[in-house]
């Protein structure tokens, strides 16, 4: 490992000396589950033309087996938030890389639609829990003046999962001839399955090397270990007072318990605003350009090809947008960056939703769009993840992993997340319908009207994090 920086080296300002080739270096390996989140996710993309011809679904099964991942990760993301407390940060993330490598291998190769389910309702709890842990886990060992960053790469990796995904399934796809072409006696779309284990066997490894999250060991009472990691991490003489700090910020007594995060309205306001930023990260509807992308732009008249083409384009604006948040975000916080955010993918669903509007139909009964709305189509969209992931995508994870007290981190964690995924599932699984309902100019027009409302919440009741110590959130 490289030995202790000095925090007042490039791009870090502060009195602590930081061993930041330790920190990138666990900071790393916590991400891959940020990775495996994104890969997860969008793996389906692309094999829904498979799954529908192989399990003979309706749009409402489609939507149901779709969607059977984030009935996963809505308990995992709660249960994770909870066992986080009992066992541990990297224990539970163990837990969720085991998930992780059995589901791939299971929804790759099971004829059985309802082992098909659960396998990727388990590879669910796996992206829940990650989705909350990791972040966690990197707010607890990063320092302050660089936990933004370090905590955005979180965000970096779950694009580059997404993308990684979007390639795979096209260049599967081409090999094939289409994703229900087959390559060595298998369907492609059951190899766009497959491929998950790959990294999800290399998250397991990796997790071995890494140590125990040093606020988790102090609450555990375990300061002899909790002062190792710390003097790995800081170096000595910041160890010992950050152990005192870190001490200090838990009731004496009391250990962390779900009752930490009851308040007079059910919930501490705290908990409130994690909450909101969790479910309209959700209701602003990014996920349907990334479950549904090919699904979407094929609506719009395009081929499978050409579709899947798109995807990655989208994966790669949102790779590029996500590192200029991680430029600036311990910069100018992150309460601009949600406004802003806000702002331009209310702009840009309601193009998106104006684009729409006008589509027509062909013989074959598909959406067509004309040259100036399929082309404002394509650039909103792009917009809106760009806009997406230089603001909610790694500012609501981040602040997640950051907001909550160290008493109620791991609780608050577990609302925050199930929320999150509730809302995810929720719009997922609505979209088939609404789509065929109200199309999709209607269902934009909805997304649209949430982003709005975002602004407003944003403003109200979001405060700043910028710089705190973690000893310092209030609840």
């Not at 495996?36 to 309706?58: R, W």
């Not at 838990?250 to 605003?273: E, L, N, Q, T, Y």
């Not at 702002?343 to 509007?357: D, I, N, Q, R």
């Amino acid at each position: 490992m490289a030995g202790p920086t000095g925090a007042d080296g490039p791009g870090i300002a502060g009195a602590d000396r930081v061993n930041l080739g330790f920190i990138i270096a666990i900071v790393a390996v916590a991400t891959i589950g940020g990775l495996l989140f994104g890969y997860d996710s969008g793996a389906v993309n692309g094999t829904q033309a498979g799954l529908q011809e192989h399990f003979n679904l309706d749009a409402n099964g489609l939507g149901f087996t779709v969607g059977s991942l984030l009935i996963g990760c809505a308990f995992g993301a709660f249960f994770a938030g909870r066992l986080a407390d009992l066992v541990g940060r990297r224990s539970v993330m163990i837990m969720a890389a085991v998930l992780f490598l059995v589901g791939a291998l299971i929804q790759g190769f099971t004829d059985v639609h309802g082992i098909f389910v659960a396998a990727r309702f388990a590879g669910g709890m796996a992206v829940g829990a990650a989705s909350v842990l990791s972040p966690l886990y990197i707010s607890e060992v990063a320092p302050a003046n660089i936990r933004g960053r370090m905590s955005t790469v979180q965000q970096v990796m779950i694009i580059s999962g997404l993308t990684a995904a979007f390639l795979v399934n096209y260049f599967l796809a081409q090999k094939a001839g289409s994703s229900l072409g087959e390559i060595g006696g298998t369907t492609a779309w059951r190899w766009m399955y497959l491929a998950q284990a790959v990294p999800a066997a290399i998250f397991l490894f990796a997790l071995f090397l890494i140590p125990e999250s040093p606020r988790y060991l102090v609450m555990k009472g375990k300061d002899d270990a909790a002062r190792k990691v710390m003097t790995k991490l800081f170096g000595p003489d910041a160890a010992d007072r950050k152990l005192g700090e870190i001490r200090a910020s838990f009731v004496v007594g009391h250990k962390p318990s779900f009752k930490d995060v009851i308040g007079k309205f059910g919930f501490r306001p705290i908990v409130w605003a994690g909450i909101m930023l969790a479910t309209f990260q959700q209701f602003v509807g990014i996920n349907i350009i990334f479950y549904y992308g090919e699904t979407l732009w094929r609506l719009a008249g395009v081929s499978e090809e050409v579709a899947l083409e798109r995807n990655i384009l989208s994966g790669a604006v949102s790779i590029a947008a996500v590192l200029v948040a991680l430029a600036v975000i311990d910069k100018v916080g992150r309460k601009p960056l949600l406004l802003i955010g806000s702002v331009g993918m209310a702009a840009t669903l309601g193009a998106m939703t104006w684009a729409f509007s006008g589509a027509g139909a062909d013989a074959a009964g598909n959406l067509v769009l004309n040259e100036t709305a399929g082309l404002t189509a394509l650039v909103a969209a792009n917009l809106y993840v760009i806009f997406f992931n230089f603001s909610w995508g790694p500012v609501m994870w981040v602040m997640l992993g950051e907001m909550f007290p160290n008493q109620m981190r791991g609780s608050a964690l577990a609302v925050a997340g199930l929320a999150q995924w509730g809302a995810n599932y929720l719009v997922v699984q609505s979209f088939p319908a609404l789509a065929d309902g109200i199309g999709l100019a209607g269902t934009y027009a909805l997304y649209t009207v949430s982003a709005v409302i975002s602004i407003f919440l944003v403003r109200s009741f979001i405060k700043e994090t910028k710089g705190k110590e973690l000893e310092d959130m209030q609840g």
